[in-house]
């Protein structure tokens, strides 16, 4: 059997940043296992380089289980300043430490647009830090090599 050895996770340039808000939240269940909630938001995205900047708007739907670890599935559709349609796809696992919240999320994008073409197969990573009281979050993404 072959193995890589891994040294480091290996993150690109970093492509943005954003800021949000949940605007509609509910809770779907509660049981032993946690609280699964579904939170919907919109949030601001600044892209760098050759990533767009636009307006994401997406739902996130999690289980928040005893112990403070979330893990959820989120999805969404960006539109671009420049008016072009990305949706994405995003795996998130978040972790509380010190009453705080923190979350990674690896995020897939597709287009059918020309111009952002290179985004089909494209994966970044973002962490972000949800604020829990005020329900504002704000990220830093990273393209994942």
């Known amino acids: 059997m072959f193995f890589m050895e891994v040294k ?13 808000k949940a ?8 049981g032993p296992e946690g609280v699964h909630t579904e939170v919907s938001f919109v949030s ?11 307006r994401d708007m997406g739902t996130i739907s999690g289980l928040e289980r005893p112990g403070g670890i979330f893990s959820g599935t989120a999805q969404g559709t960006k539109l671009t300043t420049d008016g072009d349609s990305v949706v994405w796809k995003a795996y998130i696992i978040g972790k509380v430490e010190g009453g705080k919240r923190k979350d990674l999320s690896i995020i897939e994008f597709m287009t059918t647009s020309q111009k952002l073409s290179w985004m089909n197969g494209f994966v970044a990573v973002e962490e972000a830090v ?5 329900m504002e979050f704000s990220g830093i993404a990273y393209e994942w090599k």
Not at 9 to 20: C, T
Not at 23 to 30: C, L
Not at 130 to 134: A, G, H, I, K
């Open 8 to 20: 480091s996770l290996d993150l690109g340039e970093k492509i943005a940043e954003e800021k949000g």
């Open 23 to 30: 605007i509609s939240m509910s809770v779907k269940s509660v």
């Open 44 to 54: 601001q995205v600044k892209g760098f380089g050759r990533f767009p900047s636009g």
């Open 130 to 134: 949800p604020d829990l009281v005020t």
